[in-house]
């Protein structure tokens, strides 16, 4: 097996530490050989930083091909935005001759009107021919929820191209009993909600914070573990409401941290925009948060929403419906504490079902086999 990715930047101001245009492109990660292109970083995001950020990586990725030696059996596309990863392979494809197994978890261009508010009818055309470029030349088009199915469809792709192929999660998210780390973040006399993740336009933390201005009088905390774009405007919105009592931001962790900081916590929040993209979308966060077998409160529609329903492991509310949430906050706060393990367990139990990591490695294999 070997790895073409680029140097990593997402969600910060810059590369990641230890990363930059100057560093080495090729390392060893437990025995895979990882080749890293450059591209230029996101940084704060814009319209135009992204527009480089998407395109630099698909030029110079193509570029980088020229230094890897095959032979291969099959190019494995893992794709949580942009669609424009998918243009190396393509060019991959043809130095080696292999097919392409393409795994969606964002649909597009439906992403850019819904996360980036582009209406441009040009850039939407572009972007559009160019989904079907990427998913024409794939064997097969792996869907991370059954959702995405219509919408592919309507793209003319066959549907015997379509599988449903949803997220697992690293095995290290799992219940964690007595752990000291990070016990002085939450007070016992508190709910102690965690929100963990990505603080974009995309998560609605504008609903989250009018939710908790509702219930303000009750002893609710939110521990925020994550950074983005929206992180300084929800602070001043915060600050403005006079809400800080009930929030700390504590920046981001290594995802090998977040069983501990969940083991902690009463819930665990997803929250996303009213969109019909996000409706058809399974956060990967809801994943982490059933293997951790902690209740859920889910701010969302569709998909995402069913499971947790489905799973009987939390509350859901709709969408940017604050008054909602704060009642499903509400609602689980009266709860005693053995019904809400009950309700933890419950989650535990759906994601070793239907999400288990060993269970869709396995699946994985007999894809690319097949």
Same mark, same amino acid.
């Given at each position: ?8 930047n997402?969600? %910060?101001?810059? &590369? ?5 245009? *100057? ?9 895979v ?8 970083s996101r ?7 992204l ?12 570029? %980088? ?7 291969? $059996? ?16 393509v060019?991959a ?11 969606a ?11 980036g508010?582009?209406?441009? %009818? &040009? ?14 030349? =794939?064997?097969? #088009?792996?869907?991370?929820? $059954?959702?995405f ?11 015997d ?12 998210? *799992?219940?964690?009993? /007595? ?5 002085? &973040?939450?007070?016992?006399? $508190? ?7 990505n603080?974009?336009?995309a ?7 009018e ?8 002893? #609710? ?14 602070? $001043? ?22 069983p ?5 916590a ?6 996303l925009?009213k969109?019909?993209?996000? =409706?058809?979308?399974i956060?990967?966060?809801?994943? =982490? ?13 569709g ?18 419906? =604050?008054?909602?949430?704060? @009642? ?8 005693? %504490?053995?019904?809400? @393990?009950?309700?933890?367990n ?11 990591? /060993? ?7 007999q894809?690319?086999?097949?």
């Amino acid at each position: 097996m070997t790895v073409l990715t680029a140097k990593p930047n997402y969600s %910060k101001t810059h &590369f990641f530490e230890g990363y930059g245009w *100057k560093s080495p492109d090729f390392e060893t990660i437990k025995g895979v050989p990882v080749y890293r292109s450059n591209l230029f970083s996101r940084k704060n995001g814009g319209a135009l930083r992204l527009f480089l950020n998407y395109f630099s990586f698909a030029f110079l990725a193509t570029l %980088k091909l020229r230094k890897i030696k095959g032979p291969f $059996n099959a190019i494995f596309v893992y794709e949580p935005s942009p669609i424009t990863v998918g243009i190396p392979a393509v060019f991959a494809k043809k130095r080696f001759k292999v097919p392409i197994y393409f795994w969606a978890q964002d649909l597009w261009p439906e992403s850019l009107v819904a996360a980036g508010g582009v209406r441009n %009818k &040009f850039i939407l055309g572009f972007f559009n021919s160019l989904t079907k470029w990427i998913y024409n030349h =794939s064997k097969k #088009v792996l869907i991370q929820s $059954n959702g995405f199915r219509e919408y592919i469809l309507n793209q003319g792709i066959s549907n015997d191209k379509i599988l449903f192929y949803p997220n697992p999660t690293e095995d290290f998210y *799992k219940p964690l009993l /007595e752990v000291k780390e990070y016990q002085e &973040f939450f007070k016992k006399d $508190n709910f102690n909600i965690i929100f963990a993740g990505n603080i974009g336009e995309a998560q609605s933390f504008l609903t989250i914070i009018e939710a908790i201005n509702n219930i303000k009088e009750l002893h #609710v905390k939110v521990i925020v573990l994550g950074d983005g774009r929206y992180k300084e405007t929800a602070l $001043n919105l915060i600050k403005d409401k006079g809400l800080e009592s009930h929030f700390n931001f504590l920046g981001s962790f290594p995802p090998t941290e977040m069983p501990k900081f969940f083991s902690h916590a009463d819930a665990l929040l997803v929250s996303l925009k009213k969109d019909k993209i996000f =409706s058809l979308t399974i956060p990967a966060k809801i994943q =982490s948060y059933l293997a951790c077998g902690k209740p859920i409160i889910a701010s969302i529609d569709g998909e995402g929403a069913k499971i947790v329903n489905d799973a009987k492991c939390g509350v859901t509310s709709s969408a940017e419906d =604050s008054i909602a949430l704060s @009642n499903a906050i509400k609602e689980l706060m009266a709860l005693d %504490k053995s019904t809400l @393990n009950h309700m933890g367990n419950n989650g535990r139990a759906y994601y070793e079902k239907e999400f288990d990591r /060993e269970y869709l490695l396995q699946k994985l294999e007999q894809i690319l086999i097949s």
